[in-house]
């Protein structure tokens, strides 16, 4: 009698549901009865997924290269997925903070111990030729972690570091927007001229990234923090939280790039070039960019020294060993 009962409640719901779509309960159970049973492969698109893999040449590693990327990729998204909440969200509540900015943390710690994939899962020989015919494309052009800078944190704090001083305090985003960070790895210093990467990414992607911007003024994850009151503020769980988040985004994660391209791109005879143009000896060190996304976190000192122990060590690691 009892699942009888609950059966019919469930009928009832179910009828409430369905009565303003314009078909009544019955059409949609007739729907049901002719599904066919959900399956694993059709639920995640598998076979689609699978067949996203198109290598450009005939090396085999070159797969890895792509696989890795799309995974990287797929992660990028859970990242914003957890941002986009936390930007949403008008509760205030500390836990639900802490949580996203744990989960954000959890997808980095995959992504920044994964990349031995890329630093030692390739023949370096297969990656110098296949690279060749990637031309210009790069990693440079990732638009989600450009998204996931501009969650995090406000547009100036985004600026390259030897703008952030010329640049007014009533800049609009715009403004701001053109003198961000990483299009200076993007462009010949001597002739100020962009490489073509850079122009197929802003053309490709400044409008929406401007967009996003606008959508988050005042309202990104580092306001979303100073906005709480001084006791939340002050929660060593989510102070760790955040500065753990700094530490993988601005500097881990710029320090396994920074791995993989000694790995693959330095040589007795001189440095390789990047595959988009970008000078990677200058852009990558998180000590020159000191992009920080919670910079209230942090004395001046820290932020001065800002990853710069990192780079020495991978300058000299005989001299120096980061744990």
Known sequence: MEDKERIKSQISKLEEKYKDSGQDLSSYLDGLLHQRYL??????????LLSLQVPRTHFPDEEIFIMYHQITELYFKLILHEQKQLVDDKSGNLDFFIEKVRRINSYYKVLISSFGVMIKGMEKEQFLQFRMALLPASGFQSAQFRMIEL????LENLVHVSDRTHL???????????????????????????????????????????????????ATIYHKYLSLPKEQREDSTLVDALKTLDANANINWQLMHMGSAHRYLRKDTGDIEATGGTNWKEYLPPSFQKIVFFPELYTEQELNNWGKQWVDHMLNPDKSRVE
């Open 39 to 48: 399956t694993f492969w059709d639920y995640i698109q598998l076979d689609t």
């Open 168 to 218: 007014s305090s009533d800049a609009t985003i715009e403004e701001l927007y053109e003198h961000i960070y990483w299009k200076k790895g993007a462009t010949d210093v001597a002739t100020g001229e962009k490489t073509l990467t850079l122009k197929q990414f802003e053309y490709r992607y400044t409008p929406r990234l401007i967009r996003i911007a606008k959508q988050v003024e005042n």
């Open 151 to 154: 969650y995090a944190t406000p």
